[in-house]
């Protein structure tokens, strides 16, 4: 049985990562999410299967849509069919982290706690999930457009400045 790994979402850093599997005996698996959850300015960095292919990947799978089931199916088929002992699921974009958590516990192996995958892409779950662990946390409130920031600046006795931050992705 070959060893080998599954990175998600080869957008940053897939040939250093490419290489240092190589470099330890593993095979390589690339699984290709949908390009339209990346925006736009980064879809021009999305490798091709070839471009993939070509840097010494073994197996790349393209996905239509995140289904977690239907990429972990996929995987199993190619270990299956190629004797491949999956060792670990890396992945390598921001939008790959819960994905790769889901398919690592779908396939047995090491992953971060999946109670914790909404909470690391949501600002606001991941301040609960901080403050019921008792560590301190600044005020906040969730709002749903501008019009409503002086009512909740009101709530938490707040004056300018604030931060404002999106509940979910980079900011």
Same mark, same amino acid.
């Given at each position: ?46 490798? #091709? %299967?070839?471009?993939? *292919? ?5 197996? /790349?799978? $393209?996905?239509?849509? =995140? ?50 995958? #909404? %909470?690391?892409?949501? *600002? ?5 999930? /901080?403050? $019921?662990?008792?560590? =301190? ?35």
């Amino acid at each position: 049985m070959k060893s080998a790994v599954v990175l998600i979402d080869p957008v940053t850093d897939w040939k250093h990562v490419i290489e240092a599997a190589a470099s330890l005996g593993h095979q390589v698996v690339a699984v290709q999410l949908p390009a339209e959850a990346l925006p736009a300015k980064f879809q021009s960095f999305l490798p #091709t %299967a070839l471009a993939l *292919k070509e840097a010494g990947v073994d197996h /790349v799978v $393209s996905v239509e849509q =995140r289904d977690v089931f239907s990429i972990t199916q996929q995987l199993q088929i190619i270990a299956s069919e190629c004797d491949l002992k999956f060792r670990g699921v890396i992945p390598l974009s921001e939008i790959a982290v819960e994905v790769s958590d889901c398919v690592a516990s779908c396939l047995g192996l090491p992953h971060n706690a999946l109670d914790f995958v #909404t %909470a690391r892409r949501d *600002k606001g779950i991941m301040k609960n999930a /901080v403050e $019921s662990a008792g560590l =301190r946390i600044a005020k906040y409130e969730r709002v749903a457009s501008m019009k409503d920031v002086s009512d909740a600046m009101s709530r938490l006795s707040l004056c300018y400045p604030i931060v404002l931050k999106t509940p979910a992705g980079m900011s």
